[in-house]
């Protein structure tokens, strides 16, 4: 049984057509991204968080969620709330969920992927964004009265 080859030239085609098609969905996500990142002030994060851990990772993973964005950002972001005081727990759920929940690219992920793994996976990334930030958080300390 012979495999059938498709030839160079149909497979880059059809690439390019699927990269059109998709290409308004990835320029609105990037817009909605910006302004999401634009329209939260700094004062503002850190007036949100309260300081019980728990709440304040689910606040964390939730803002981060949904103002998804480029790893770098989110270090630097991460760095001015620490500065403004807020939790590390927070900061941590924040800058994983950042990278790893993306509430504003569900509509390119649901296209590509399908709609119910993208919402399953970002659920699922959610709940696990606010134990690893526990976990982190507590992992550090530990080292830290271990005298690592």
């Known amino acids: 049984m012979q495999m059938l080859e498709y030839p160079f030239s149909h497979s880059l085609k059809k690439t390019i057509r699927t990269f059109i098609n ?3 969905i990835i320029i609105g ?9 634009s329209l939260f002030p700094q004062q503002l994060a850190a007036d949100l968080f309260g300081g019980h851990a ?4 689910t606040v964390g993973a939730s803002v981060g969620g949904i103002a998804a964005g480029h790893p770098i950002a989110s270090y630097v972001l991460g760095g001015e709330l620490r500065h403004a005081g807020v939790s590390l727990i927070a900061v941590t759920a924040f800058i994983v969920s950042w990278v790893t929940v993306g509430v504003v690219q ?16 970002n659920i699922v990334c959610f709940f696990s964004v ?7 958080v507590y992992t550090l300390q ?7």
Do not use: H, K
């Open 22 to 24: 998709l290409l308004p």
């Open 54 to 57: 728990m709440l304040d990772a």
């Open 130 to 136: 606010i134990a690893i930030a526990f976990l982190c």
């Open 106 to 121: 569900l509509p390119a992920e649901a296209l590509m992927l399908g709609t119910r793994f993208a919402l399953y996976r």
């Open 29 to 37: 996500m990037l817009l909605l991204t910006s302004l999401a990142v």
């Open 142 to 148: 530990l080292f830290n009265q271990a005298g690592w």
